[in-house]
C-alpha cells in the first residue's frame, strides 16, 4: 500500500471512529457506555477477526490473536465488533427517565445516579442493536479490505454473512465476497490450535 492509500485509510477509518464516538441509534444503551468500542491492529490486515463484542479482556484477544498468527502464519492482524456499546442490565436507572441524560456513566466509569463504579450487568446485544450497528462494521471492512475476515461465533456469523448476500443457513466455514474470504469459525472461548487448522485449508 503506497503512502497516499494509507493515508486514506487513516483519515477515512478515523472518520468512521468519529461517528461511532458520536452515535445514538441506541438510546437504551448509549448513556451507560464510557466509550463505544473500537477496532484496533494493522491498517493494512491480511486478516480481520471480528468478536460479537468487546467481552474479552486484552489479554484474551492477545492470546487469540498469538493462536492466529502463529496457526496460520500471518502477521498481519485487525481486530473489530459486530456491537460497539456494550447493553447492560442495571437496576440503578429503572426509576429514573435516563433518555434526559445523554450518558449516565462518567470517564471513569463511576455512575453518575450513584456515584459508585458501574455495576451493571452485560447481557448480549438484542437483534436491532445488532442491525443499527452493522454498518460500521461493514464500512469498517470495505475500508481495510483484509484477504480474510475471520467470525467468530454463529451470532457473529449469521449477521455478517447476511450482510454480504448469504440468506441461507450457514453450512460452509468459508464464503467468498468480491476479493474477500470470510471464514466461519467457532466462539472465541472455544477456538483453538484445532480451529487453525480446520481454516488452513481455506488459505491460498
Do not use: W
Not at 82 to 107: A, E, G, M
Amino acid at each position: 500500500m503506497s503512502l497516499s492509500s494509507r493515508e486514506n485509510n487513516i483519515r477515512r477509518i478515523i472518520n468512521m471512529e468519529d461517528r461511532v464516538c458520536n452515535c445514538d441509534r441506541c438510546k437504551n444503551v448509549t448513556p451507560c457506555v464510557r466509550k463505544p468500542s473500537l477496532g484496533k491492529g494493522e491498517l493494512e490486515p491480511e486478516l480481520l477477526l471480528v468478536f460479537e463484542s468487546e467481552s474479552l479482556s486484552r489479554e484474551e484477544v492477545l492470546k487469540l490473536r498469538n493462536i492466529i498468527k502463529e496457526g496460520l502464519n500471518i502477521d498481519k492482524i485487525y481486530h473489530t465488533y459486530l456491537v460497539r456499546c456494550q447493553p447492560k442490565v442495571c437496576t440503578s436507572r429503572n426509576n429514573v427517565n435516563h433518555y434526559s441524560f445523554p450518558r449516565l456513566i462518567d470517564n471513569d466509569s463511576n455512575c453518575l445516579l450513584t456515584g459508585q463504579s458501574c455495576s451493571g450487568i452485560p447481557v448480549p446485544s438484542n437483534n436491532d442493536e445488532i442491525i443499527a450497528c452493522m454498518p460500521f462494521l461493514i464500512e469498517e471492512i470495505q475500508i481495510l479490505n483484509p484477504k480474510y475476515v475471520l467470525l467468530m461465533g454463529d451470532r457473529v456469523s449469521m449477521f455478517v454473512l447476511k450482510s454480504f448476500g448469504y440468506y441461507n443457513h450457514i453450512t460452509e466455514s468459508c464464503y467468498e465476497y468480491e476479493n474477500m474470504k470470510i471464514m466461519v469459525t467457532v466462539d472465541h472461548n472455544k477456538f483453538s490450535d484445532h480451529e487453525c487448522q480446520l481454516l488452513k485449508m481455506h488459505l491460498n
